[in-house]
T-cell receptor, first 114, second 115 residues
């Protein structure tokens, strides 16, 4: 069965520092991978997606993610974090079929220190 | 209005009340979803509709009753809820699956409190 693991429940970084959020997936075929962000009291916003092709994917708000098949990982990165990046981040894997279903990880809560 | 909207944003109801959550998407999509988001638990998919037909019900208790009158609107009717049903209820939409995977677009959610 498909699954997504986000090993870090909570991460704190200083403003201006680099960021990497980890995501590992379990999926038998070529995965469709997503990163979403959720600000307090809001819904989930799509940051980026990987379907095929270049393994380094650029997203909105200066985020990027790299798909590494050998490590079953899809880590999210940002070179310089801003205070407004404080939010919860969710990795998801998509499963095709009759229903377009996304399997979400449990999320990583990012705090940004001034 | 753009994207996916949900009303109300906040709802407090007693266990004997009946209420409904509304979702509307303005993206021209054919699939709509209800999710439940509780503290410290993964996002739980509740229901999926493709082209107005329910294609997935993840063992959701019958006190939750979805309705999809057309591809743009989705309702979740609530009755005799329990306190453990308190959560953020998220609606999402996407292109219909039909064997492929598409990104889902989420509304802001309805924060439900059952007293």
């Amino acid at each position: 069965a498909q699954s997504v693991t986000q090993p870090d429940i909570h991460i704190t970084v200083s403003e201006g520092a680099s960021l990497e959020l980890r995501c590992n997936y379990s999926y038998g075929a070529t995965p469709y991978l997503f990163w979403y962000v959720q600000s307090p009291g809001q819904g989930l916003q799509l940051l980026l997606k990987y379907f095929s092709g270049d393994t380094l994917v650029q997203g909105i708000k200066g985020f990027e993610a790299e798909f590494k098949r050998s490590q079953s990982s899809f880590n999210l990165r940002k070179p310089s974090v801003h205070w407004s990046d404080a939010a919860e981040y969710f990795c998801a894997v998509g499963r095709g079929g009759a229903t377009n279903k996304l399997i979400f990880g449990t999320g990583t809560l990012l705090a940004v220190q001034p | 209005e753009t994207g996916v909207t949900q009303t109300p944003r906040h709802l407090v109801m007693g266990m004997t009340n009946k209420k409904s959550l509304k979702c509307e998407q303005h993206l021209g999509h054919n699939a709509m979803y209800w999710y439940k988001q509780s503290a410290k638990k993964p996002l739980e998919l509740m229901f999926v509709y493709n082209f107005k037909e329910q294609t997935e019900n993840n063992s959701v208790p019958s006190r939750f009753s979805p309705e999809c009158p057309n591809s743009s609107h989705l309702f979740l009717h609530l009755h005799t809820l329990q306190p453990e049903d308190s959560a953020l209820y998220l609606c999402a939409s996407s292109q219909a699956g039909q064997g492929l995977v598409y990104e889902q677009y989420f509304g802001p959610g309805t924060r439900l409190t059952v007293t």
